[in-house]
């Protein structure tokens, strides 16, 4: 088959994760435009907005040179960066919740400034807006991501994948993130993983170090859900495993039935909506940037 990256279907961690949660809500949040505008749409919420701004803030101080990174005060680029989400924006209901949420970024802002570990290090850029790779060019599907970072180990010419987590909650060990996180890393670039990390930013001063996954079986294992996916748009059969719906597709069916509230467009042209009743507890948040 001729390789064709406009024909193919793409999968990332994100949708991935949407679709093994429930089939409709990755059509709601992968296919779905509203057909009055063509956009795809999104949702937004306080932990969502939590999590967005203090990536930003972190993500982008590895595009500067190592002695420049902490020049300037990052609690200053976190205020900037944080008006984006202030408000309805971020989808608060009040002022004192949007405090409870700023100050907990505040707080994971200043453990890095204090603490900075790998961050005050060498780190790799992959030369690409979006990595991606040929999962399967058979099937004509493509991996693709962004990491939050990559530190380079200098001893040992390698890598290590590090990703940044704000949600309270610890990361399931099921997840395919860092398998796949693997993958792109090890196939967008020349130089070998040899650490790979989850940092929670909530608690932890430095990255806690997982087991580096088995290339062979991770790509098995995403290439048999990114089939799945792949059939699942072919016969635009997309099917919530609850017959009256579930948490993850609702919320969408809210977007496309007109109960949620457009607040505005974010940096993929996505329409960002709030639902106007209840968001859901902190503890089903889920950060995946």
Not at 117 to 141: C, H, Q, R, T
Request: net charge positive; with cysteine; hydrophobic share 35%.
């Amino acid at each position: 088959m001729t390789r064709d990256k406009y024909s193919a279907v793409w999968v990332s961690h994100s949708s991935i994760s949407d679709f093994i949660k429930c089939p409709k809500a990755y059509y709601y949040h992968n296919v779905y435009r509203n057909p009055k505008s063509g956009n795809k749409v999104t949702l937004i919420n306080p932990p969502l907005a939590l999590g967005q701004t203090v990536h930003e803030v972190l993500e982008s101080l590895s595009s500067l040179p190592v002695e420049k990174r902490f020049r300037e005060p990052l609690m200053s680029k976190f205020d900037l960066v944080w008006k984006k989400v202030s408000g309805e924006k971020g989808g608060f209901e009040n002022i004192d919740e949007e405090y409870k949420y700023k100050k907990r970024g505040m707080e994971m802002i200043r453990r890095v400034w204090e603490s900075p570990g790998p961050l005050a290090k060498l780190a790799v850029k992959i030369k690409m807006d979006l990595p991606y790779f040929w999962l399967s060019e058979e099937d004509n599907i493509i991996l693709c991501g962004k990491i939050d970072w990559l530190e380079y180990l200098s001893e040992t010419d390698s890598i290590h994948i590090i990703d940044f987590k704000t949600s309270k909650k610890e990361e399931n060990n099921n997840s395919l993130q860092l398998s796949i996180y693997y993958l792109l890393v090890q196939n967008c670039q020349k130089r070998n993983v040899t650490v790979i990390s989850y940092w929670y930013l909530d608690k932890d001063k430095l990255p806690q170090k997982k087991s580096i996954p088995d290339m062979d079986k991770s790509r098995e294992e995403i290439l048999k859900i990114a089939k799945e996916i792949k059939l699942a748009r072919q016969l635009s059969r997309f099917v919530c495993p609850k017959k009256t719906g579930c948490i993850f597709c609702k919320p969408f069916e809210q977007i496309v039935s007109g109960n949620a509230e457009l607040v505005g467009l974010n940096n993929y042209r996505q329409e960002v909506y709030v639902l106007n009743k209840s968001r859901g507890s902190e503890s089903k948040d889920s950060i995946i940037i």
